[in-house]
Nanobody, 121 residues
Framework: QVQLVESGGGLVQAGGSLRLSCAAS????????MAWYRQAPGNQRELVAS???????NYGDSVKGRFSISRDNAKKTVYLQMSRPEPADTAVYYC???????????????WGQGTQVTVSS
């Protein structure tokens, strides 16, 4: 069993900053890619940012230059630093990790429960 727990969401003023965290735990052998997605009401879930095990990053066009993803492999944690957030960034943010568990020999995606981020103007 693998669990992902997000934290750090909440209300933030436009132009402020916020950092989301997602910690993985359980029967983990290796974590490959980690990513943040978001979904606003009525919208599709979209990729915000992703990061490989070696630190290569990828960002959605709407957050490039504003958000930064990072990870701490020792803590099995991925972060999303949200700089200059805008009201359009309001959504539920979900953490995803691609994990090789201690029980299986293949990688499987796991998702966190989501954390609400609300950006006020």
């Amino acid at each position: 069993q693998v669990q992902l727990v997000e934290s750090g969401g909440g209300l933030v003023q436009a132009g402020g900053s916020l950092r989301l965290s997602c910690a993985a735990s359980g029967n983990i052998f290796r974590i490959n890619d980690m990513a943040w997605y978001r979904q606003a009401p009525g919208n599709q879930r979209e990729l915000v940012a992703s990061i490989t095990s070696s630190g290569s990053t990828n960002y959605g066009d709407s957050v490039k230059g504003r958000f930064s993803i990072s990870r701490d492999n020792a803590k099995k944690t991925v972060y999303l630093q949200m700089s200059r957030p805008e009201p359009a960034d309001t959504a539920v943010y979900y953490c995803k990790a691609t994990v090789i568990s201690s029980y299986q020999l293949y990688a499987k995606d796991y998702w966190g429960q989501g954390t609400q981020v609300t950006v006020s103007s």
